[in-house]
């Protein structure tokens, strides 16, 4: 009898345990999939630089609220890049429960993923080597934003990219972001079984090169965006510090 009770106590706690790991694992997958929407929208923000200071200008109004309240209020951005973190830290503490926590078991990995060769188990581990490296520059990135939101703009942006000598870390965090996203979008497909068709290998290979076309789209748009402010910032390197005064009439306090 007593022998019975442990046998369905332990049962009953195993159930619990997979109950939980399942949501943990959804929680996994939505911060997850939040965070590269998050980062789609953001390329192309950021890259309204490409369009004219005007552009990028305008964008940063937008996220202050002129456009809503008449006057500017950039602690709204500071808010939103609290929140970003918030995402940040809850996906990373989500993702780490998965990673290899020893030596032992990093080497075992390690020797498995060699033995199979096989993409996708390779995949996930750009996908922590990626995620740790976003840890600490996408942390830098962020409490830059969350601190400095009114020095963000044509000029102020450009500064701080060149003579701030933020560009290092942008290429850096930017090779990160777009392989860690690409892969985890294109996993968290699988995995779910979005846009599976009746044939898995060939929805496989369809999704492959989905993941690599976004990734190459995003990577060139990065680079392109990172080129016009790394210009912008040569040009204004002797007047660092000189806000943006946009061409046509712009919000009373902003000019
Ligand atoms: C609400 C939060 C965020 C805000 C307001 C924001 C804003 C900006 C701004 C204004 C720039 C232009 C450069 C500058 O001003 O320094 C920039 C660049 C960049 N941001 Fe963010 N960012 C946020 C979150 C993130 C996150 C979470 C990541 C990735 C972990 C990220 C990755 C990048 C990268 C890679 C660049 C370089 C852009 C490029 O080369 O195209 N940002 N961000």
Redesign the pocket.
Known sequence: MERAHEVIVATGSRAATRVTSARLDVAQSLSGLALAL??WA??FF??SILLGKDAMWTVTKFFEGYWFFGRTYPWL?SV??AA?TVL?IVHAVLAMRKCPSTWKEYRTFQGHMREMRHDDTSLWFVQVYTGFA?LFL?SV??Y??MTNPHR?GPY??AD??WSGW?WPL?IL??LA?ELHGGVGLYRLALKWGWFEGKNPTASRQKLKRAKWALTVFFLV???A??AA?IKIGIEHQDRVGERYVPSARGPRGQR
Request: charged share 5%; no cysteine; hydrophobic share 65%.
């Open positions: 998050f980062m953001h390329m950021v890259s951005v939103a890049a970003v940040f976003m996408g990135h962020l830059m934003m963000i102020e942006s701080r990219v933020m942008y965090l930017l972001v748009l990065g680079f965006t990172l402010y």
